[in-house]
């Protein structure tokens, strides 16, 4: 099968760096799949779970946040403001941060405040639904 170069960066560390045969990501507009030869673009990625497998069978994910990929030469880079596998996720506090995000979203808040308690709410909700599946 083709593969192609990606490399997974977040803002405090590389998440993944190698072969890929097929990548899926959240997009704004739906879930985008890239594979080998895939034409030159830039996409924003929105918080959620991210697959990407390195065989085309086996697939790994990673709960992502907000960034983008760029595509060119058969190589993508993803750029996150973070990447966490969802079994490294501590539930708990997944639950407390969606509700501290909409608690402030209740409060009268300037737009930018508004925008980010927007985004810590969408990263807990992700981060929330990959927990469902690695109950501990």
């Known amino acids: 099968m083709n593969t192609f170069k990606l ?7 590389v998440f993944f760096d190698g072969d890929c045969a097929k990548l899926i990501v959240n997009a704004p507009d739906g879930d985008l799949e890239l594979m080998a030869n895939h034409e ?3 996409l924003a990625v929105i918080p959620g779970l991210a697959r990407f497998s390195e065989d085309g069978d086996n697939w790994r994910e ?14 993508a880079t993803m750029l996150v403001d973070s990447a966490e596998r969802p079994e490294d996720i501590d539930a708990v506090r997944a639950r407390e941060a969606k509700e501290r995000a909409e608690e402030k979203l209740r409060q009268e808040q300037s737009i930018r405040e508004y925008r980010h308690s927007q ?3 969408a990263r807990a909700m992700a981060r929330l639904k990959a927990t469902s599946k690695y109950k501990r």
């Not at 490399?7 to 560390?13: E, P």
Request: charged share 15%; net charge neutral; glycine share 8%.
């Open 62 to 75: 990673v709960v992502t946040g907000s960034g983008f990929v760029t595509v060119s030469n058969n190589e």
């Open 40 to 42: 030159a673009a830039v």
């Open 7 to 13: 490399k997974i960066v977040a803002v405090d560390k």
């Open 119 to 121: 985004a810590s709410l």
